[in-house]
């Protein structure tokens, strides 16, 4: 089994696929270590890719991502794109995905790459030499393997490589957390009644339902409130509950579940699964009981356990939500994103977003209160929040980037999740081609090559 590479990216989710993909498509020898039997890790739960586009409706998001969302479509799995008409300035755009086409097509496009796949495989420490990260060691059914490469990316989500090798990092927002969640899908239910339903009783607290402009989505209100609907049973349900749907009729996916755990404990995050597919079986038979068009239904699917945020690398540059939000340019910019702040409260299951939301959960960041956040902005991400102190050859990508609690819950998105990964992976091809490490790797080098390869670093007006 081979044990050099030049590339090793640890983390086959969201951002690790599309930096493996990166860094292989750079020429570079790139072994890509994925723990579960597939790719994608949070982006193959079924929710919608939110972060492409901002409030104006210009991409933020391209390159790799918006290829394989290309792809997934074209074979059926999604509805791609879709405009919101009023979101109360939230998020503007979502893409819809089904995530078992979009796991075959990430497998056809890795190995397209020539990346190197080793799934099954699970990282255990890291080796550091100074400012060098010299070694990993994985675990599989070979056994424990020590893997060294020239350059190393974690996009583990929980930033474990560079944890393990000594990088600082933050976890948590003061009293606040984010709640982790299990995802769930649900077959046999007869859209149309339950959108109907959904249409009447949907409470909104005077707002409009947020709308669809160009899909026949079912589901337009995508959440609701089931306790102010039934009152005698609420308390048991957590408040918000998300719908998405793909394009197979009867078949939709439910984001609801809610609850509180240290996700880096094994012990808390065993008990959390164990109450989330509780949480996920009762929830189903209330709408079975409850809603019209679910008599029928029935649950097919409890995905793994969703992980909102753990630790946070505290890199060379922090991004802040005051750099989301007034749209800052960064000499360094690497990628972009227009996922918006979205905190989910772990205890009582409402949404934290905007305006008078940021107000209630106490901002912590330099934001003066009485701020609103804008419509949706477009932000740029700077490289060095890829990057950690004091290490060299080492770049992170993904949920655990260099962020406030604030901007870490925008830049968790998929979208901007995705255009790191690209990032970091061309990043670290480069760095290895050219004879250095990603630290020191020439930033205008590397925004060519990224641009050359669709990726967008400034805001592009829809149509162009
Ligand atoms: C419930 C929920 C709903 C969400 N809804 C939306 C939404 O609607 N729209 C949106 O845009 N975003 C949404 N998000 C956010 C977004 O999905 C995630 O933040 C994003 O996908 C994270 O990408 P990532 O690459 O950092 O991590 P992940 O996609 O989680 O990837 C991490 C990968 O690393 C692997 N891994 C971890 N540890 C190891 C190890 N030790 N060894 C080997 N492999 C390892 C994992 O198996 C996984 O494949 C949601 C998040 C959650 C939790």
Redesign the pocket.
């Known amino acids: 089994m081979d044990t050099k590479w030049d590339v090793i990216v640890?983390?086959?989710?969201?951002?690790?696929l599309f930096a493996g993909i990166a860094s292989a498509r750079q020429g570079a020898k790139t072994l890509l270590?994925?723990?579960?039997g597939h790719?994608?890790?949070?982006?193959a739960?079924g929710?919608?890719?939110?972060?492409f586009f901002d409030g104006r409706d210009h991409q933020v998001v391209s390159g790799i991502p918006q290829e394989l969302l290309d792809r997934v479509v074209k074979r059926g799995g999604g509805l791609g794109h879709m405009f919101f008409k009023n979101v109360d300035r939230w998020i503007s755009s979502?893409a819809s995905m089904d995530p078992e086409i979009f796991k075959h097509v990430a497998f056809e496009m890795i190995q397209e790459s020539g990346c190197k796949l080793w799934l099954y495989?699970?990282?255990?420490r890291g080796f550091r030499e100074g400012m060098l990260v010299q070694a990993a060691e994985?675990l599989n059914k070979a056994g424990v393997l020590r893997l060294e490469a020239k350059a190393f990316v974690d996009?583990?989500?929980?930033a474990?490589l560079a944890a393990s090798v000594g990088a600082p990092f933050e976890r948590g927002g003061g009293k606040r957390q984010q709640a982790?969640?299990c995802?769930f899908r649900v077959g046999n239910v007869n859209l149309e009644p339950v959108e109907r339903y959904m249409e009447e009783r949907i409470n909104t607290e005077h707002k409009e339902p947020w709308k669809f402009l160009n899909a026949p989505l079912r589901g337009k209100p995508k959440y609701w409130t089931p306790w102010k609907v039934f009152p005698e049973i609420a308390q048991r349900f957590p408040k918000l509950f998300?719908v998405?749907y793909h394009g197979t009729p009867g078949d939709i996916f439910i984001?609801c579940t809610h609850t509180a755990i240290d996700s880096l404990d094994p012990e808390d995050i065993t008990a959390g699964t164990m109450r989330l597919r509780k949480q996920a079986m009762e929830v189903t038979q209330f709408l079975k009981e409850h809603v019209p068009g679910f008599e029928n239904a029935y649950l097919t699917h409890v995905y793994d356990l969703?992980?909102?945020e753990s630790r946070r690398l505290i890199g060379e540059y922090v991004f802040t939500v005051g750099d989301m939000i007034s749209e800052r340019e960064f000499d360094d910019v690497v990628g972009m994103g227009a996922?918006p702040p979205d905190l989910h409260d772990a205890t009582g299951g409402d949404i934290l977003i905007h305006g008078k939301g940021w107000g209630q959960a106490s901002i912590e960041e330099e934001l003066p209160q009485e701020q609103e956040l804008p419509y949706n902005s477009g932000y740029q991400i700077p490289y060095r929040s890829l990057l950690p102190q004091g290490l060299d050859n080492l770049l992170v990508?993904?949920?655990?980037i260099s962020a406030t609690f604030e901007a870490q819950s925008g830049t968790?998105?998929?979208?901007p999740?995705s255009a790191m990964?690209q990032a970091a992976g061309t990043a670290a091809a480069l760095a290895v081609r050219t004879g250095t490490v990603p630290k020191k790797l020439d930033v205008s080098l590397l925004q060519k090559t990224l641009l050359k390869d669709g990726v967008l670093l400034g805001r592009r007006p829809a149509g162009t």
């Open positions: 640890m983390g086959g989710g969201t951002a690790g270590v994925e723990r579960w790719l994608g890790g949070n982006i739960t929710m919608n890719l939110g972060g979502t495989t699970s990282f255990i994985v996009t583990t989500g929980d474990d982790v969640t995802i998300g998405y984001n969703g992980v909102r996922y990508a993904g949920r655990c968790r998105g998929m979208g999740c990964g």
